[in-house]
């Protein structure tokens, strides 16, 4: 087997004022770009138990399939920080360990990956720091009226990326076609019956409405929207949805954040969360997938989630107080909320730089 080590981007080892030597760019770098391949050492478990990890090898090695691996070139390099902006992946076959941008890198920023903590304390450990910080930031971002400074405009609900939205919408109405519509074979004969019903669903997380009105009043025959943000919802009610609310369309307005909404019981076909769920702690996100679950209509409702994942582990924005999870942090907080996977798919044709995007489909497990 031959391993290319090469990438074509410009690093330097730099001093830093209080963490030694570190990793930084010498250029700007995009967002999933391969930035380093580094060959690995390995230590078997004895010889790490016996003599590795009573040196300073104890700080700079990752845990590996048949032991402990030393990266060689840059890879030992990387401090950390909770913030990274660079995640790796292991390669048990080539030995190598890839390192990846997580995010758009301006010249001259120190890279960093996240160390984490010892395997067995990681997810309580982090789940706690997540669960502090989060507390911290909610008050924060409400005093600080985050949600409420941004224009009650699609422009406001996207950061921006308000052009998005039309690709957006229609992805997301293919994914569930099969559940509203069943699927169709040759001569367009019905294969799969619908799966669920087009009565009522659930817009969580609604702000001004965007995807009641362009998505989820098209296919259900009423739509309930939840948001915490006043501003956005008089906006809906006012302007933005005048007219669903004049033809019937639109049920209920929910003032409130998800972790307080309870759905009433057996009400809803779907209940969409879409680019909301990053505001949520990992344990409120689980108590309200269960108190969700109770809100879907008997055996045939389902929970549709839209969000950004990143692509190792968490990443937090300080500015905002979020939280972009991993895939496999999805599918945990899934399986710990008795929610099972139906279908699964990935966005495309976003611009460069954003954040991947899932849709998952789901229903309880226990149905
Ligand atoms: C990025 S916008 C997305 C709005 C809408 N889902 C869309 O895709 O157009 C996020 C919205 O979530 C709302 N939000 C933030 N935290 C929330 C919470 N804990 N519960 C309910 N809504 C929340 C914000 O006020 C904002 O309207």
Redesign the pocket.
């Known amino acids: 087997m031959s391993i290319s080590l090469t990438t074509s981007v410009p690093l330097e080892i730099r001093q830093t004022p209080h963490k030694g030597r570190g990793v930084f760019s010498k250029s700007s770098i995009l967002s999933r770009t391969l930035i380093e391949i580094s060959p690995i050492l390995l230590f078997s478990h004895s010889e790490y138990e016996e003599h590795g990890k009573h040196t300073i090898l104890k700080q700079y090695t990752y845990r590996w399939k048949d032991g402990y691996a030393l990266a060689i070139g840059l890879g030992s390099l990387f401090n950390h920080s909770r913030n990274n902006n660079v995640g790796y992946v292991k390669d048990f076959e080539a030995n190598v360990i890839r390192y990846y941008t997580l995010c758009d890198i301006e010249s001259g920023k120190e890279l960093c990956i996240n160390y984490g903590l010892k395997k067995k304390e990681r997810s309580q450990d982090e789940v706690e720091e997540i669960n502090k910080w989060f507390l911290e930031g ?1 008050q924060l971002v409400e005093e600080e009226g985050f ?1 409420s400074e ?1 224009p009650a405009s ?1 422009d406001g ?3 921006g990326f308000g052009s998005i ?1 039309n690709l ?1 919408i229609k992805t997301s109405e293919l994914f569930l076609s099969e559940f509203t519509r069943g699927k169709r074979g040759t001569r367009n004969v019905l294969t799969v019956p619908p799966r669920i019903t087009t009565k009522y669903a659930c ?9 009641t009105k362009n998505l989820l009043t098209k296919v259900f025959d009423r739509v309930d929207l ?4 006043p501003k ?1 919802i008089q906006h809906a009610q006012n302007e933005y949805l005048r007219q669903e609310i004049g033809t019937g369309k639109v049920g209920e307005f929910y003032c ?4 307080e ?1 309870s759905p009433d019981p057996g009400k809803y076909d779907l209940i969409w ?4 769920l990053e ?2 702690t990992d344990d ?1 996100l689980v108590t309200f997938f269960v108190r969700a679950k109770k809100g879907l209509r008997p055996n045939s409702g389902i929970i549709g989630v ?1 969000e950004n994942v990143n692509m190792i582990g968490y990443r937090f924005d300080e500015e905002v107080y979020s939280v972009t999870r991993s895939d496999q942090i999805f599918k945990d907080i899934f399986s710990k909320a008795g929610l099972k996977l139906l279908k699964e798919s990935t966005q495309h044709g976003f611009p460069k730089g954003l954040f991947s995007v899932k849709i998952y489909a789901l229903e309880p497990e226990a149905y």
Do not use: N, P
């Open positions: 909610f949600w941004k699609i609900m996207l950061g939205s957006d817009d969580c997380g609604a702000g001004i409405g965007r995807l939840v948001e915490q943000t956005f409130v954040g998800l972790q909404f969360c879409q680019w909301v505001h949520l409120d839209k």
